[in-house]
């Protein structure tokens, strides 16, 4: 429970503070939406192929503002040593990990709506006509960026070319969840049923969820010091 | 010692690769369907099977590092991730080139294809950032993460994308099928340049952890200079 | 077909062999390179030393 209580706090204060400043929020939301409007520019928004392919746009818009919002996670730690402070503290390395990972999915959340919401205007997509099944897939592979984009802006928070490298290491990895996640987007923005083959791509990203959370906890503590 | 276990590795290799090599060009004859140009796959598949097993390898080393915290094994486990790295290249390059004559196309997104380039840019990425980080404890634990999740992340394109439909030709050694697939000529002698390449790669990682230790060495003395 | 086919298994077993020789020389030249910074580390402690070692007899 303590753990439990840890990491949300640790959540709440980034949260707190991301309210109050909205730095990384303002920037994000609006990258998305220009990387959109490019896309519309790219990609004839009223042809019928686009809308076929929307669902990937909609994904690579996130990936790349989920860039900033996790480059801004740990490095806002680094200032007055706040860092230090938080690992000298009683808090597990893992609850600070998920911690961190939950307020970036906060964040995230937020960022995708309002892109669901321009997206739908830019390329006349009905997304409210599948709400559970798109939220599921959100939530989901929100998670999963969020967790290896804490892991990761944790471990290269020393680096000389921090947001350089972040991207660099961060996006191979995260291929096969967005791959997930576009396939599966794409049907349900099409309003097609879900086949088979998007239960699977459902499966990969609970299983991704699953393992890469699972190892954030399990490594948190072996990676993390100081 | 070490360097004569590394010419003794390298010079076996160039050996049964020679002997290899005279057998695909002179002995061996053109496949039925595909002509010339199937004598790549003797290079294609050990290249492929040596750089998968270098990747797991590295893993193991990874989590021998976290747990021992020398950093023998954060150098060995560094070279053992650059070898297979040149010999994924090697897999890519010429399975690219074999696809442009079968399929008439360069590229193709099935699983086994995805999955490697996938790895290629994970173990690019821990590359540079080897580059990036001086302090070599802060670096070893960053590139042991980076294996870890790394390869996990690769289990799981590699298993995802199999599930669904596949270009890529199906499995052919014997080991999987239970034989009938493959000349069993054609099979002896790609189980002959796997055992080469891997000796090449033994060499190759012998020569490079050597390079990262006298690396290491030159950093402490540096050390010592500046403090005396 | 097969006179492009023998030409195109050329040009796979030339870039399969052209990256494994281009690693094998980075190798070689990283080689060198710590070679020579490891001599230049060694003589400049071996400086440092003997002319600590000259201020030690010259404060005897």
Redesign the interface.
Request: proline residues 3%; contains cysteine.
């Given at each position: 429970m303590k753990w439990t209580r840890s990491a949300l706090l640790i959540a709440r204060k980034d949260l707190a503070i991301e309210l109050r400043t909205k730095e990384s929020l303002n920037a994000a939301a609006a990258f998305a939406i220009v990387v959109l409007l490019l896309f519309s520019f790219a990609f004839d928004p009223a042809a019928a192929e686009t809308r076929e392919f929307s669902g990937g746009l909609l994904w690579l818009a996130l990936a790349f503002a989920g860039a900033l919002v996790f480059n801004r996670g740990f490095s806002r730690e680094l200032p007055n040593e706040c860092l230090d402070a938080l690992l000298s503290s009683p808090i597990a390395p893992s609850a600070l990990v998920i911690g961190k990972a939950i307020g970036i999915f906060v964040i995230l959340a937020v960022i995708e709506n309002l892109s669901l919401f321009v997206f739908g205007i830019f390329y006349d997509l009905r997304w409210w006509l599948r709400p559970v099944e798109l939220t599921a897939v959100c939530v989901l592979a929100t998670w999963g960026i969020a967790i290896?984009g804490a892991?990761?802006g944790a471990?290269?928070l020393?680096?000389?070319?921090r947001d350089l490298?972040l991207p660099?290491?961060v996006y191979?990895?995260l291929?096969?969840l967005l791959?997930?996640a576009i396939e599966v987007t794409n049907t349900l923005l099409a309003n097609q049923p879900l086949s088979a083959?998007d239960l699977?791509?459902l499966r990969?990203l609970v299983?991704?969820d699953i393992?890469?959370t699972a190892?954030a906890v399990l490594?948190a503590d072996?990676?993390l010091?100081n | 010692m070490r360097e004569r276990v590394t010419i003794g590795l390298a010079a076996a290799a160039i050996l049964l690769l020679a002997y290899s090599l005279y057998q695909i060009f002179l002995v061996l004859p053109d496949e039925a369907m595909q002509g010339a140009i199937y004598r790549i796959i003797f290079f294609h598949v050990p290249a492929a099977i040596a750089g998968m097993i270098g990747y797991f390898v590295a893993l193991v080393l990874s989590i021998l590092y976290l747990s021992s915290k020398q950093l023998k094994f954060d150098s060995l486990a560094a070279s053992v991730v650059e070898v297979s790295l040149v010999f994924s290249i090697v897999n890519l390059i010429t399975g690219s080139i074999w696809a442009r004559i079968i399929w008439g196309i360069w590229w193709t997104w099935d699983y086994r294809l995805t999955s490697a380039l996938v790895c290629v840019l994970i173990f690019c990425g821990y590359l540079m950032l080897r580059q990036a980080i001086t302090e070599p404890t802060q670096r070893a634990r960053l590139s042991a993460a980076l294996t870890i999740f790394g390869c996990v992340d690769v289990v799981i394109v590699y298993k995802s994308i199999e599930w669904f439909r596949t270009q890529h030709p199906g499995p052919v050694l014997s080991i999987r099928t239970g034989g009938g697939h493959i000349d069993p000529a054609m099979e002896r002698i790609l189980y002959l340049n796997f055992v080469a390449i891997c000796l090449l790669a033994a060499a190759l990682i012998l020569v490079r952890s050597r390079q990262e230790t006298t690396a290491r060495e030159i950093d402490s003395l540096r050390r010592m200079a500046n403090a005396m | 077909m097969d006179a492009r086919n023998f030409e195109y298994m050329f040009y796979g077993f030339l870039a399969a062999w052209l990256v494994v020789l281009l690693y094998v020389l980075t190798l070689v030249r990283r080689s060198a390179r710590l070679n020579r910074e490891l001599n230049d580390v060694k003589q400049l402690i071996s400086a440092q030393e003997s002319g600590r070692q000259g201020l030690q007899e010259h404060v005897r």
């Amino acid at each position: 429970m303590k753990w439990t209580r840890s990491a949300l706090l640790i959540a709440r204060k980034d949260l707190a503070i991301e309210l109050r400043t909205k730095e990384s929020l303002n920037a994000a939301a609006a990258f998305a939406i220009v990387v959109l409007l490019l896309f519309s520019f790219a990609f004839d928004p009223a042809a019928a192929e686009t809308r076929e392919f929307s669902g990937g746009l909609l994904w690579l818009a996130l990936a790349f503002a989920g860039a900033l919002v996790f480059n801004r996670g740990f490095s806002r730690e680094l200032p007055n040593e706040c860092l230090d402070a938080l690992l000298s503290s009683p808090i597990a390395p893992s609850a600070l990990v998920i911690g961190k990972a939950i307020g970036i999915f906060v964040i995230l959340a937020v960022i995708e709506n309002l892109s669901l919401f321009v997206f739908g205007i830019f390329y006349d997509l009905r997304w409210w006509l599948r709400p559970v099944e798109l939220t599921a897939v959100c939530v989901l592979a929100t998670w999963g960026i969020a967790i290896v984009g804490a892991v990761f802006g944790a471990l290269t928070l020393n680096l000389r070319l921090r947001d350089l490298m972040l991207p660099v290491i961060v996006y191979p990895l995260l291929i096969p969840l967005l791959l997930a996640a576009i396939e599966v987007t794409n049907t349900l923005l099409a309003n097609q049923p879900l086949s088979a083959d998007d239960l699977l791509w459902l499966r990969v990203l609970v299983v991704f969820d699953i393992v890469f959370t699972a190892l954030a906890v399990l490594l948190a503590d072996t990676i993390l010091v100081n | 010692m070490r360097e004569r276990v590394t010419i003794g590795l390298a010079a076996a290799a160039i050996l049964l690769l020679a002997y290899s090599l005279y057998q695909i060009f002179l002995v061996l004859p053109d496949e039925a369907m595909q002509g010339a140009i199937y004598r790549i796959i003797f290079f294609h598949v050990p290249a492929a099977i040596a750089g998968m097993i270098g990747y797991f390898v590295a893993l193991v080393l990874s989590i021998l590092y976290l747990s021992s915290k020398q950093l023998k094994f954060d150098s060995l486990a560094a070279s053992v991730v650059e070898v297979s790295l040149v010999f994924s290249i090697v897999n890519l390059i010429t399975g690219s080139i074999w696809a442009r004559i079968i399929w008439g196309i360069w590229w193709t997104w099935d699983y086994r294809l995805t999955s490697a380039l996938v790895c290629v840019l994970i173990f690019c990425g821990y590359l540079m950032l080897r580059q990036a980080i001086t302090e070599p404890t802060q670096r070893a634990r960053l590139s042991a993460a980076l294996t870890i999740f790394g390869c996990v992340d690769v289990v799981i394109v590699y298993k995802s994308i199999e599930w669904f439909r596949t270009q890529h030709p199906g499995p052919v050694l014997s080991i999987r099928t239970g034989g009938g697939h493959i000349d069993p000529a054609m099979e002896r002698i790609l189980y002959l340049n796997f055992v080469a390449i891997c000796l090449l790669a033994a060499a190759l990682i012998l020569v490079r952890s050597r390079q990262e230790t006298t690396a290491r060495e030159i950093d402490s003395l540096r050390r010592m200079a500046n403090a005396m | 077909m097969d006179a492009r086919n023998f030409e195109y298994m050329f040009y796979g077993f030339l870039a399969a062999w052209l990256v494994v020789l281009l690693y094998v020389l980075t190798l070689v030249r990283r080689s060198a390179r710590l070679n020579r910074e490891l001599n230049d580390v060694k003589q400049l402690i071996s400086a440092q030393e003997s002319g600590r070692q000259g201020l030690q007899e010259h404060v005897r």
